[in-house]
C-alpha cells in the first residue's frame, strides 16, 4: 500500500500530516446518516458550535449522508439544551434515533466525537439513556516548545517528533494549520486546555508574555473552536527580565502591580486564556526562595494577579536541589518535592494548582507514586504524567504507557478501599502531561507513540477505563478496517512493552541509568558522581538507596499508612520497588524467589528476546498498512533492538564485574 502523507514545505512541516486517530473513514457511520444539528443562537462558545456543524457538514457530505432538520426523520440528533447541567454530554438511543445533547457546544463536540469512537454500535445498540461526564474539568497538555531552538535542547526540549507545531525560524507560525488538526485530535479525546511553551522559559519564549501577545492570540484563535484554553509558562523573574524592575520578590508592591499589569494585558488580548504554568526554584528557574519566600507566597501573588479573569496558577511541584553532593548521603532528591510543599497545604489561594509529578523523582520507568499527591487534602492538586518518552525509549522504542498511567491512577496511598490518585486529584484539580507531538508527518516519531497521547485524554476524562481497551480503540479509529491479524499484531507489541522497557533497561525501580544529558541508551555510572541527586550505590556487595526512615534517607515516611510500613522495610516492598526504597546484597532473595543479581541477568536477557518477538510480530503484518508506515516502525523497531541489546549487555556486564556473581545459566555476560 502507498501512504497519503504528502512532503512538507519548506519549514519542515508536513503538507498532510498523518490523520492519527480521524481519518475520514472514521466517520462513516455517522456521515452516511441524516443528522441533525439543533443550536440555539446566542450559546456562549459560538465557535465551538461551529465547530460542531462543520464536523457533521465534512462528515455527511464525505459518506453521502445528508444534515436535516430535526423534524426530518433524522437517524442523529446533536442538541444544545442551554438549560442541561452538567460538564459532560448525554446519549439517549430511542429506537432508530440517536440523540447527544449538552449544555455547552464543547461539550457536543466532546459528544460527536464518542459517537465517532463507537462508529456502529453507536446505532446498533439497545434503546438506552447515558450520561457521559469527566472527572474533572483539567484535562491538559503541556508543551515544552521553544519559539528559537535552544543550544542543548533543540526546539522542543525532550521532544523526539522533530520540530514544534506551533513555532518555526524564531517566530509563531505564519501557516497554523497544523495546530488546527492538532487541536482538533485533541477534542476527539477530551483535551481542554494546552500551554504553548516550555516550562523552562528563555529569553524569547518569556517574551510571549508582552510584545509576543498578538501570536499568542492567533494561536489561541486556532485552539478556541475546538473547546481549547491556551496557557503560557512564564518566568517567575519576569518583572526584572521585561519590566525592568530590580527585585521578583513576590511581596513587592511594585511586582505585583506588574504582575496585576501584565493579567490584564493578556486577557485584554485573549479573553479566555486559561491562566501561567510555573517552574519555580527548579532546575536553574527563578522563584521566591531567592527572596526568602516559600511557594505558597509566590504562587499566590500569581494568583491574586489573574483572579479577576477567573485565571489559574499552575504551580509546579517539581522543586530540588539539582546541585547536590554526591558525597553527601543525607540528602534524598526523592523527598524535596514533600518537604517543600506538604507544609503549605491550606495555604494556597483557590485558583492555584500545583501540579506534582506522578513519581518523588522524574518520569522513570518506575518510580513509586509521588507521597505529596496524597498529602495536600485543603491544596487543588494535579497529576503530571510525560507522554513525551524522555527515559521510556524517545519515540523511538515502542512503549504503551498507558498501563503505567491507568496504575498511578488507581493506586491508593491510604490503602485498600481509600481513595485512588484519580479520585484524589479529580476532586479538585485534575491531570496534565508533557506533550509528544512536532511537526513529523506521523506526529510523534514513532506512530505507535501516537497511542500514548491517544490514551493520556481518555484517561484524564475517565481515569477507570482499561488501557488495553483503549489501545484497542486507538486501532480502530487509527487503521479502519484493520484486520483482526494487524489488531492482535499491535496488541502484541504494545500490551507489555512498558514492563518489556521496564526489563531491558531498569531493575527492581532504581532508576537512573541513562546517559547524562540527553537520557537515551545506558550508561550505569553516568549519574552517580553528579550533583543530580540520582544514584543507585553500586558496589562489589549490592545496589539500590537506603530510603527507609530506621536507617535511610526517610523517605519511605512520607507516606501515610500502610505504604509506610510497606516500604520501611525491604522484607515488605514490592520486589519492583525494592531498589528504590532499599541498599541489598546481590544475593538478596526477591518474593519472585530468585536473587537480585539474577534477577538482572533473567529481566535483561528476557527483555531482548521480547522485542525480538515485537520485530517478529510486526514482520508477520507489515503488509496491511501502507508503505511508509510499516517502514517507519520497522526502522524504529530495528533501533528499539539495537538499544536494548546494548543496554542488556551493559547493564550485565556491569552488574558481573561489581559483584562477580556468575549467570545461574551461563549466558554470555562481556
Ligand atoms: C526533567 C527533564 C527536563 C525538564 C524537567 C522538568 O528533568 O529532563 O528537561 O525540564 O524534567 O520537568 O521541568
Redesign the pocket.
Known amino acids: 500500500m502507498t501512504s497519503d502523507i504528502v512532503d512538507g514545505g519548506p519549514d519542515g512541516s508536513a503538507a498532510v500530516p498523518h490523520p492519527a486517530w480521524l481519518p475520514t473513514a472514521a466517520f462513516a457511520p455517522i456521515g452516511r446518516r441524516r443528522v441533525a444539528v439543533v443550536l440555539p443562537d446566542g450559546n456562549d462558545d459560538a465557535e465551538v458550535a461551529a465547530t460542531v456543524r462543520r464536523e457533521v457538514a465534512a462528515a455527511t457530505s464525505a459518506h453521502g449522508g445528508s444534515v436535516v432538520g430535526p423534524d426530518e426523520h433524522p437517524d442523529l440528533v446533536l442538541v444544545l439544551e442551554p438549560t442541561a447541567t452538567g460538564s459532560g454530554f448525554r446519549v439517549v438511543r430511542d429506537g432508530d434515533r440517536l440523540t447527544v445533547s449538552a449544555a455547552r457546544p464543547t461539550a457536543l463536540l466532546h459528544g460527536l466525537f464518542h459517537v465517532v469512537r463507537l462508529g456502529e454500535a453507536a446505532f446498533d445498540g439497545p434503546d438506552g439513556d447515558e450520561q457521559h461526564s469527566p472527572v474533572s474539568g483539567l484535562r491538559m497538555l503541556n508543551h515544552?516548545d521553544n519559539v528559537a531552538s535552544h543550544p542543548r535542547?533543540g526546539q522542543v526540549?525532550?521532544g523526539y517528533s522533530g520540530g514544534s507545531i506551533f513555532y518555526a525560524d524564531g517566530a509563531v507560525r505564519t501557516d497554523l494549520s497544523r495546530v488546527a488538526a492538532y487541536a482538533r485530535l485533541l477534542a476527539a479525546i477530551g483535551i481542554d486546555q494546552v500551554a504553548i511553551n516550555?516550562?523552562?522559559v528563555a529569553a524569547r519564549e518569556a517574551r510571549l508574555l508582552t510584545d509576543g501577545l498578538d501570536d499568542v492570540a492567533r494561536i489561541a484563535a486556532v485552539l478556541r473552536p475546538y473547546g481549547i484554553r491556551t496557557h503560557l509558562s512564564v518566568s517567575f523573574a519576569s518583572p526584572i527580565t521585561l519590566g525592568g524592575l530590580t527585585t521578583s520578590d513576590p511581596l513587592d508592591a511594585d511586582v505585583r502591580t506588574w504582575w496585576r499589569d501584565t493579567a490584564a494585558r493578556v486577557w485584554g488580548a485573549v479573553g479566555d486564556f486559561g491562566g501561567f504554568v510555573v517552574?519555580a526554584d527548579?532546575?536553574g528557574q527563578p522563584g521566591p526562595f531567592a527572596y526568602g519566600r516559600d511557594h505558597a507566597d509566590g504562587a499566590n501573588m500569581l494568583a491574586e494577579a489573574v483572579a479577576p479573569y477567573g485565571g489559574l496558577i499552575h504551580w509546579?511541584a517539581?522543586v530540588y536541589n539539582h546541585r547536590q553532593d554526591w558525597r553527601d548521603r543525607s540528602t534524598d532528591r526523592a523527598r524535596a518535592a514533600f518537604d517543600h510543599f506538604a507544609p503549605l497545604d491550606g495555604h494556597f489561594a483557590e485558583n492555584v494548582v500545583v501540579q506534582v509529578?506522578h513519581g518523588p523523582m522524574?518520569?522513570q520507568v518506575r518510580e513509586p507514586v509521588s507521597p505529596l499527591l496524597a498529602a495536600l487534602p485543603r491544596t487543588r492538586v494535579a497529576l503530571?504524567l510525560?507522554v513525551t518518552q524522555?527515559y521510556t525509549g524517545q519515540q523511538r522504542h515502542a512503549v504503551y504507557l498507558g498501563p503505567e498511567w491507568s496504575e498511578i491512577l488507581r493506586w491508593q496511598a491510604r490503602g485498600d478501599g481509600t481513595p485512588t490518585v484519580a479520585e484524589d486529584v479529580a476532586r479538585a484539580g485534575g491531570f496534565t502531561a508533557?506533550s509528544n507531538v512536532g511537526d513529523d508527518p506521523y506526529w510523534t516519531g514513532h506512530p505507535f507513540a501516537q497511542a500514548n497521547l491517544y490514551a493520556f485524554g481518555r484517561l484524564a476524562w475517565d481515569p477507570t477505563l482499561d488501557p488495553s481497551d483503549l489501545l484497542d480503540e486507538w486501532v480502530t479509529l487509527t487503521f479502519p478496517g484493520a484486520p483482526a491479524a494487524l489488531r492482535e499484531a499491535i496488541h502484541a507489541i504494545l500490551d507489555e512493552s512498558w514492563l518489556t522497557y521496564e526489563q531491558y533497561t531498569t531493575p527492581l525501580g532504581v532508576g537512573f541509568m541513562v546517559r547524562p544529558g540527553h537520557?537515551y541508551g545506558p550508561d550505569v555510572d553516568g549519574y552517580e558522581y553528579t550533583p543530580w541527586g540520582t544514584y543507585h550505590f553500586a558496589d562489589r556487595d549490592g545496589v539500590g538507596v537506603d530510603r527507609s526512615s530506621a536507617t535511610g534517607t526517610g523517605y519511605a515516611g512520607q507516606y501515610p499508612e500502610p505504604w509506610r510500613d510497606v516500604y520501611e522495610s525491604a522484607e515488605s516492598c514490592p520486589d519492583e520497588l525494592l531498589l528504590f526504597f532499599h541498599h541489598v546484597p546481590y544475593t538478596h532473595v526477591l518474593h519472585s524467589g530468585t536473587t537480585v543479581i539474577q534477577h538482572i541477568y533473567d529481566t535483561h536477557f528476557a527483555g531482548v528476546e521480547r522485542v525480538e518477538r515485537m520485530v517478529e510480530a510486526w514482520e508477520s503484518v507489515a503488509h496491511l498498512t501502507d508503505d511508509d508506515l510499516t517502514a517507519r516502525v520497522r526502522e524504529r523497531l530495528a533501533e528499539q533492538l539495537r538499544s536494548a541489546v546494548e543496554w542488556r549487555d551493559q547493564v550485565n556486564t556491569y552488574f558481573w564485574r561489581k559483584s562477580g556473581i556468575a549467570d545461574a545459566h551461563g549466558r554470555v555476560i562481556h
Open positions: 515544552w535542547h526540549e525532550r516550555n516550562v523552562n517552574k527548579s532546575e509546579r517539581f509529578k522524574d518520569f503530571e510525560q524522555e508533557v537520557h
